[in-house]
């Protein structure tokens, strides 16, 4: 199927229009016009190659919303109308203990991302996959996600993977009433972490550099901040955290926030993609606490997020743009000026294209 989209062709290359074809639906595929894209901090990663994987040209986008057009014959959960997501992964080996569990995103053999991964499938020239900075896209079912109607569409872009990376630690390690929650960190992350800490019903907790980002946490539902600049109230909150969410996104000095927790308490690692600066043995030592990672979340999962967010009425913060304005959306992100996500209007894309 003819489809348009914005690609880059090498690391230093702006996103421009380009052409290229989705494989003609199969029996168990969905077919989907896409409305809104959230643009994720990995897209801009993956396309300047940050990672050293990017395979060219290239299209990102893994937050995904839109209305299904068409199903195959085998289509049992979905039809023409429907409002739908696709995340960050639209295929894996299914059969691996992982994916029988419903945690794709820890597939043994390598599940298939949105973009850049290797298509198992094929039905189109390209070996790789191309994301949804595109009018269209087509998925097996088994990777496509039922968004509540009463959601704004835009706004529950993000949560296809700025949300499910934060709700799946929540929800792993049970933080509910009477626990004291920390959200490390207020972006596009943390900024959902706090969302769903103070939704389940945590006492929850800012830590940041920050006292204006203090300030906007607690317009978001948190109960308190901490400024982890100051070392008399990081002193006094020592030993008093029940569970850490650490979203910040580049390496780091943990050992001032393991110091935080409690005994027998976990921290969790989702934001950091590079080595982090310290890890000191002691603190785990002397309080028998954990240093965790998290890894956005299976099919199951992502679904019960989107339930969650539907009964709550929690979307992401976000600010929508016109696709051509999305190369300096990327420099934006990159200095941190946006609050807290953008989202692409795909509306915006065919005269663009064309």
């Known amino acids: 199927m003819?489809?348009?989209?914005?690609?880059?062709?090498?690391?230093?290359?702006?996103?421009?229009?380009?052409?290229?074809?989705?494989?003609?639906?199969?029996?168990?595929?969905?077919?989907?016009?896409?409305?809104?894209?959230?643009?994720?901090?990995?897209?801009?990663?993956?396309?300047?190659?940050?990672?050293?994987?990017?395979?060219?040209?290239?299209?990102?986008?893994?937050?995904?919303?839109?209305r299904v057009s068409a199903v195959g014959d085998k289509v049992?959960?979905?039809?023409?109308?429907?409002?739908?997501?696709?995340?960050?992964?639209v295929d894996s080996c299914r059969h691996c203990e992982s994916c029988e569990e419903g945690l794709e995103q820890y597939c043994e053999n390598g599940f298939t991302g949105t973009y850049g991964g290797e298509d198992?499938?094929?039905?189109?020239?390209?070996?790789?996959?191309?994301?949804?900075?595109?009018?269209?896209?087509?998925?097996d079912e088994r990777f496509v996600l039922r968004i509540?109607?009463?959601?704004?569409?835009?706004?529950?872009?993000?949560?296809?993977?700025?949300?499910?990376?934060?709700?799946?630690?929540?929800?792993?390690?049970?933080?509910?009433?009477?626990?004291?929650?920390?959200?490390?960190?207020?972006?596009?992350?943390?900024h959902m972490g706090v969302k769903f800490a103070h939704a389940m019903g945590a006492h929850v907790v800012m830590i940041t550099t920050s006292p204006e980002k203090g300030a906007d946490a607690q317009k978001l539902g948190a109960d308190e901040v901490l400024l982890s600049t100051d070392e008399v109230a990081m002193q006094a909150a020592q030993n008093s955290f029940d569970f850490l969410l650490n979203t910040i996104p580049v390496g780091h000095n943990v050992d001032p926030y393991m110091a935080l927790l409690k005994r027998d308490t976990t921290m969790v690692i989702v934001g950091a993609v590079e080595a982090l600066t310290r890890v000191d043995g002691i603190p785990f030592i002397f309080r028998r606490r954990s240093l965790a990672g998290s890894l956005i979340g299976g099919l199951p999962e992502?679904?019960?997020?989107?339930?969650?967010?539907?009964?709550?009425?929690?979307?992401?913060?976000?600010?929508?743009?016109?696709?051509?304005?999305?190369?300096?959306?990327?420099?934006?992100?990159?200095?941190?000026?946006?609050k807290y996500r953008f989202v692409i209007d795909m509306a915006s894309l065919q005269p663009e294209a064309a």
């Open 148 to 190: 509540p109607e009463n959601l704004d569409p835009a706004a529950a872009a993000p949560l296809l993977c700025a949300g499910i990376t934060t709700y799946s630690p929540l929800r792993h390690w049970k933080v509910g009433p009477g626990q004291k929650v920390g959200v490390i960190g207020l972006g596009g992350l943390g």
């Open 302 to 338: 992502t679904q019960e997020m989107l339930d969650f967010c539907g009964e709550h009425d929690i979307t992401c913060d976000i600010e929508t743009i016109v696709i051509k304005d999305v190369n300096t959306a990327y420099d934006r992100t990159v200095k941190g000026d946006v």
């Open 76 to 89: 049992g959960q979905f039809k023409p109308g429907d409002l739908v997501g696709v995340g960050c992964l």
């Open 120 to 139: 198992k499938i094929g039905g189109t020239p390209h070996p790789f996959t191309f994301g949804g900075y595109s009018n269209q896209i087509t998925v």
């Open 2 to 66: 003819k489809t348009i989209g914005y690609a880059t062709d090498s690391p230093t290359s702006a996103l421009e229009p380009f052409n290229f074809e989705r494989r003609d639906p199969r029996p168990e595929d969905v077919v989907i016009d896409i409305l809104y894209c959230g643009i994720c901090h990995s897209d801009i990663h993956s396309a300047r190659n940050e990672w050293g994987w990017t395979q060219y040209p290239f299209v990102p986008g893994h937050e995904i919303v839109g």
